[in-house]
């Protein structure tokens, strides 16, 4: 054959390029708190979720209340002729408008236990949309309640059966009016005069004043109804639900136990999960954190508070006492302290949407795991570092106990997670991408930039196992700003499908996209 010429030789492939960093855009905010303004307790968010549509997103406080937010942006509601006209598509940020409110959980007290139940909302998950209802799963630390909202027609009557008009021009039919209302009774019923009264009967062709009501409005109103109350199967307090792929049950967890629910069964649960010893002396570690696999009904994570994930299949048995994959970083040898273990508690866990990954939150660091790979992290990214040398002061003000919570985008590619001094921040999770970047939850998130590049990732074997650090000052965060511990951003939701990012700031809940 004759040899090839140079065009037809395979090329060699050309490296890819490194994602380029977001830029990140302030879109709105709910409730932002004015100049010297004081922020009621009950009034802060304690719990914030997208649905999987990304169309609505819910928030809880820990005045027990959840509130409702719809998109109402132009998405998919363009017509046609304006979509033909368009050349190129409009790059739109979501839009949400306040939808409903209502008061999911009430304060209680436990006579048995001489316990006082706040009413704060722990975690709130949405169900599956049937019949344009939303259903919601929303609990406190004792109690689970499964919510139906729908938009529901509220009938408006515009015409009373009195006609002012006419009754003002003949005296006689409002005072007749006015007296026949003296003689009427309880249940309908009349005195004795007024039915002897003959002169009651109507003239020839009726009455003109006399109409009957007229009903003209019909608007939506959205209504929420409690459909279940899962109660009395928790002895400590509730730290997680999560809903079943298979759109009917949905587990609970507190520090020693998890329990299977079925949604349309509110009477018994299953305990799936127990790590309670035998002697309470004999406790080492609680489960902080369960959530099920977004597509296998099978399968679900916990994370306790000595780093570890479990991940259990509930087909080997029904107590799942042992684990099918444990994913741990051990600690190096020499370097153990008093704070090490309460430093590597994992306060939060979420699996990536395509369900290959998990992501975990402890207090210093975001990691992100493969579920083919339990030998350890496939890459770590330092949130906290920089607050190592302060450990001591952060015990004795309890902020080294603060549960941060993360996210992954829709497409996997990068995480986030919050911090203190209102900030969060976003880190890129694909190989090769260091992107890094600080964001402050106010209308202008990147005035806390400074130039800071981080460190380039290290491989550490062909998965990509990478650290990348930010800064390491004493008091200060990645990108040199001085940290306020008594504001905390706890609570963040990434939209499932877009570059957008929904995180609470005490009462105030902030919005932003990329």
Not at 383 to 391: A, G, I, N
Not at 394 to 410: A, H, P, Q, R, V
Not at 451 to 470: K, M, Q
């Amino acid at each position: 054959m004759d040899p090839k010429s140079p065009d037809d030789r395979p090329q060699a492939a050309a490296p890819q390029s490194q994602p380029q960093p977001l830029e990140w855009r302030f879109a709105q905010v709910f409730g932002e708190r004015g100049a010297g303004e004081d922020v009621q307790e009950v009034d802060i968010i304690s719990a914030i979720e997208f649905d999987k549509s990304g169309d609505h997103l819910a928030t809880g406080d820990r005045g027990g209340r959840v509130v409702l937010f719809e998109r109402t942006d132009a998405r998919g509601s363009a017509s046609r002729t304006e979509l033909e006209r368009q050349d190129y598509p409009v790059a739109r940020h979501p839009e949400f408008r306040y939808k409903t409110e209502f008061q999911s959980h009430e304060p209680e007290f436990d006579y048995l236990k001489s316990l006082e139940i706040e009413e704060k909302i722990n975690k709130i998950k949405w169900g599956q949309t049937a019949n344009n209802a939303l259903f919601i799963l929303s609990t406190n630390d004792k109690t689970i309640k499964y919510w139906k909202v729908q938009d529901k027609k509220v009938k408006r009557v515009s015409v009373m059966n009195l006609d002012a008009s006419q009754s003002s021009d003949n005296g006689t039919t409002s005072s007749s009016s006015t007296s026949s209302s003296r003689g009427l009774l309880p249940n309908g019923g009349c005195s004795e005069k007024l039915c002897a009264n003959k002169d009651l009967s109507l003239p020839p062709g009726g009455c003109a004043s006399l109409r009957l009501p007229v009903v003209t409005g019909q608007d939506l109103n959205p209504v929420a109804r409690c459909r279940r109350v899962y109660a009395h199967a928790h002895d400590y307090h509730i730290n997680s639900i999560s809903n079943n792929s298979d759109g009917e049950t949905f587990i609970s967890a507190d520090d020693l136990r998890i329990n299977l629910w079925n949604l349309e069964i509110n009477s018994q649960s299953f305990n799936i999960v127990d790590v309670k010893p035998t002697n309470m002396e004999d406790l080492t570690e609680v489960i902080t954190c369960a959530e099920f696999h977004p597509t296998h009904c099978n399968t679900l994570a916990y994370s306790s508070s000595k780093g570890a994930i479990r991940l259990i299949d509930l087909r080997q048995s029904a107590l799942c006492d042992n684990h099918s994959k444990l994913f741990e970083e051990h600690e190096a040898a020499g370097s153990k302290s008093f704070f090490t273990e309460i430093i590597a508690s994992v306060s939060d866990i979420k699996f990536a949407r395509d369900g290959r990954h998990i992501l975990s939150r402890d207090y210093m660091t975001l990691k992100l795991w493969d579920l083919n790979m339990d030998s350890g992290p496939v890459a770590t990214f330092q949130v906290h570092e920089h607050l190592r040398p302060k450990l001591c002061d952060l015990y004795e003000n309890d902020s080294i106990f603060d549960k941060f919570e993360c996210c992954l985008s829709g497409d996997g590619l990068r995480v986030a997670t919050g911090s203190y001094s209102n900030l969060f921040r976003v880190f890129g999770g694909s190989s090769g991408n260091t992107e890094a970047t600080t964001l402050e939850a106010s209308r202008n998130p990147m005035r806390r930039q400074v130039a800071n590049p981080t460190r380039p990732a290290r491989t550490l074997s062909s998965l990509t196992r990478a650290v990348r650090r930010g800064g390491e000052n004493a008091g200060a965060d990645g990108n040199g700003n001085s940290n306020d511990f008594s504001t905390k951003l706890l609570h963040l939701a990434w939209h499932p499908t877009e570059n957008s990012i929904a995180c609470a700031a005490g009462n105030s809940l902030y919005m932003y996209y990329a």
